[in-house]
């Protein structure tokens, strides 16, 4: 009945992961596991739902479109609010960056 | 912009410290601090809504009224639906146990 969120990282590291770990009418909660990818150069994400992110394992730097960086250490968790652009220009080459982010509507 | 979920830790550890991060409508995220603390003998959460909870740091022991307990170590995370009668039976004595708590509805 527990699942531990640092265990059964996926093996292939040519990409980045996502996995729900809660999905409701008004929340998803997911873990999102990073090997150096990043967002393309010219992508956005531009979400309908506000996202809360914590790193909890390697780091991640978000940027957003107005030209705000953020890089995320073990602990460090940022708001990112509906429709604000915002791209991933840089997760850690060393260690699997763990994130989780709970998804969440007004 | 970001703040870090293990940092600013609560000075009294004579009582356990609740602190919500994101309060929206349909979402709370809360960060939990115990210093061994637990719920009373005869004391039972009876939550309206539903609780996905995953221990950072330290340990605790959630306890159903069905008798099954659950030992959070480190990452574990549990879903607790809503009205599940449950309980807090310990927390780490030696150390800070840090909860991060989602509470949704469907």
Redesign the interface.
Same mark, same amino acid.
């Given at each position: 009945?527990?699942? %531990?969120?640092?265990?059964k990282l996926p093996d292939d590291k040519t990409k980045e992961h996502f996995e729900d770990?809660?999905t409701? %009418? %008004?929340?998803r909660?997911e873990r999102i596991v990073s090997y150096g990818q990043k967002s393309s150069e010219d992508f956005w994400y531009d979400q309908s739902e506000?996202e809360?992110v914590?790193v909890?394992a390697g780091n991640g730097t978000v940027e957003f479109n107005n030209g705000?960086k953020?890089t995320?250490?073990?602990? @460090?968790?940022?708001?990112i609010p509906a429709h604000t652009k915002h791209r991933v220009s840089h997760t850690s080459t060393e260690q699997a960056t763990i994130w989780?982010a709970?998804f969440?509507? @007004?």
């Open positions: 009945m527990t699942s %531990n969120l640092f265990e770990l809660i409701a %009418n %008004n929340v909660i506000h809360w914590i909890l705000q953020y995320l250490e073990q602990g @460090d968790h940022l708001t989780l709970v969440y509507s @007004d």
